[in-house]
């Protein structure tokens, strides 16, 4: 990512991401069938050639494993096939086929079955023209490419407003579109496409709004007692949009892209916060707060801390981390059900012409 703004997409690293992305993985089974029926319905490959899958925006590969093992169980045809994740090169690549060795129901157990990487993003170019035969992306192309204009006294972008709301709409408009017209090259003739995105409801809502709220205001406490610097906050924001059902599918009213693919079907969908779900069941409340805390630094304190001041060492960074997690744990635990989520999410079929 780049601009002047001290941003990062990257999740936190050496599995602590795959630990705690429950949530993630409840929103990517909404897509699980859309998925395996895409793989049953792709037309085998040219002789000589394997099936490629590509998992765009793999993360440490957790809610990966099960699609891919599906969808390989689905497909109509035998033979080789490339699984490739790709992801930015900051990713944690390692962490990935650890688990992919490791994991009892990893896909690497079917046989002839290979898995692959790429270190860019996939607003890129990632591979040749034709050659993919199945794509999946799950709850990665909200991720902005780049945040060039500060969002005023908060971190998450469905609070800007004015100017500021929309050039960052503007930017998640380029980005989805590079990535369809990128993925509209590489995907073979009958290649299908399926992505799980994160959304906002018609009024730009996401579901998330009370956690992002405290973990806001935790941070401005922080800012108060001296912990974090006010430029500091300033610069922090967490890269994303969450688009509406109408801006996932507006690249579709072009004809140039009609004329290489075809959105088959797109829903806007919801699911409840699994972590609120166990509380709720159990009454366990530190146990939620820790599932909390911990989830909201796997996927968006590394975007936080990349604006933290060139001088502060790791003995500062941690301090920072621990007093941040503390005072959003302490919001959480006032508030258990403000602070529960509630993400949209909208599923897409895209099949290549």
Known sequence: MAGDRAVSGRMEGRGFYTAHSAAQHVFGEQALDWFEQAAAEVAPAADGLPFVIADFGAAGGGNSLEPIRRALTARAESG????????????????????????????????????????????????????????????????????????PDHIYTPFATGAVRLTLQQQSAQDWRQFLQHRAAELRTSGRLIVLGGANDDDGTSGAEGVMNAANDGLRALVEAGVVRAAEYQRMTIPTWNRTLAEFVAPFDD???RARMDLRRAELRSAADP????????????????????????????SLWAALDSDRDA?????????????????????????ATAWRVVVLDIAAR
């Not at 898995?115 to 990632?126: D, I, K, M, N, P």
């Not at 609120?276 to 304190?301: I, K, P």
């Not at 301090?319 to 635990?333: H, T």
């Open 275 to 302: 972590y609120f779900l166990a509380y709720q069941r159990d009454g366990e409340l530190d146990s939620y707060v820790d599932a909390v805390v911990r989830s909201f630094r796997a996927a968006f304190g590394e």
């Open 315 to 339: 003995t500062a960074r941690d301090r920072i981390r621990a007093a941040f997690d503390a005072e959003l744990g302490g919001r959480v635990a006032a508030d258990p059900e403000g602070c």
């Open 255 to 257: 004809p140039r892209l």
């Open 80 to 151: 080789p096939v490339m699984v490739v994740h790709t992801d930015i090169p900051g990713n944690d690549f390692s962490a990935l086929f650890e688990l992919l060795q490791s994991a009892p129901r990893s896909y690497l157990r079917v046989p002839d079955v290979f898995a692959y990487a790429a270190g860019r993003s996939f607003y890129e170019r990632l591979f040749p023209d034709g050659y993919l035969s199945l794509g999946w992306s799950s709850i990665a192309v909200h991720w902005l490419s780049r945040v060039d204009a500060a969002i």
